[in-house]
């Protein structure tokens, strides 16, 4: 157990389905951020809230849409995603201004077919 | 265009033996560089980290070095261990950045008996 929890641990969707991920945090922390790792590319940011304002939504497009309803949850809503959105989403918070206190949850893995 | 890079996707060494992880950057404002470990089914953890004023970070059997005029930073783990088996991340971060995180593609260690 990190500090960081994610549900569900796995999650397969239809294209015209809507889902939504869940991260809860209860490390105190300001900060929270939505993470894919999709196979042989890096980690890629997809949104930062800090102290329950977004701060950065890095050109995701708008199938995701993140809602931060306090600093201890964080939730990704899904929907009409496409197959190539298949990834592990991971969840991480960290306590401002430090970038070095980043935790993870254990991810979501989602498939869409 | 990748700022992080990690250029070997996988290492395989033998228990005992160093393991020598390496990891490239391009963005010249990075100032603060980090190293997480994964295994399968779990979130990203924090290893170790470095400050650009420092060029050697040592902790337990886990020595970070960065050759900043090489944009360079290496991971090496010695001795090394059949646990330690895991995908390594290289992540950098700058001051005035945020908190944001920016990711290499991971090395995948294996440690063999």
């Known amino acids: 157990e990190t500090g960081v929890t994610q549900t569900p641990r796995h999650l397969v969707m239809g294209m015209t389905n809507k889902k939504s991920l869940k991260c809860e945090q209860h490390?105190?922390?300001?900060?929270m951020y939505w993470y894919k790792q999709s196979a042989k590319k890096p980690l890629e940011l997809m949104f930062v809230y800090s102290l329950e304002e977004r701060v950065e939504n890095n050109s995701v497009p708008s199938r995701f849409s993140p809602e931060c309803p306090n600093s201890s949850h964080l939730f990704l809503h899904l929907h009409t995603l496409q197959p190539e959105d298949s990834a592990l989403y991971l969840c991480?918070?960290?306590?401002?201004?430090?970038?070095?206190?980043?935790?993870f949850g254990s991810g979501t893995r989602l498939t869409v077919v | 265009d990748q700022q992080v890079k990690q250029n070997s996707p996988s290492l395989s060494v033998q228990e005992g033996r160093i393991s020598i992880l390496n990891c490239d950057y391009t963005?010249?404002?990075?100032?603060?560089f980090l190293w997480y470990k994964k295994y399968p089914a779990e979130g990203p953890t924090f290893l170790i980290s470095i400050s650009s004023i420092k060029d050697k970070n040592e902790d337990g059997r886990f020595t970070v070095f960065l050759n900043k005029s090489a944009k360079h930073l290496s991971l090496h783990i010695v001795p090394s261990q059949p646990g330690d088996s895991a995908v390594y991340f290289c992540a950098a971060s700058r001051t005035g950045g945020g908190n944001k995180l920016t990711f290499g593609t991971g090395t995948q260690l294996k440690v063999e008996l």
């Open positions: 963005n010249s404002m990075f100032d603060y």
């Open positions: 490390l105190g922390h300001n900060a």
């Open positions: 991480a918070s960290s306590p401002l201004p430090s970038a070095a206190g980043y935790t």
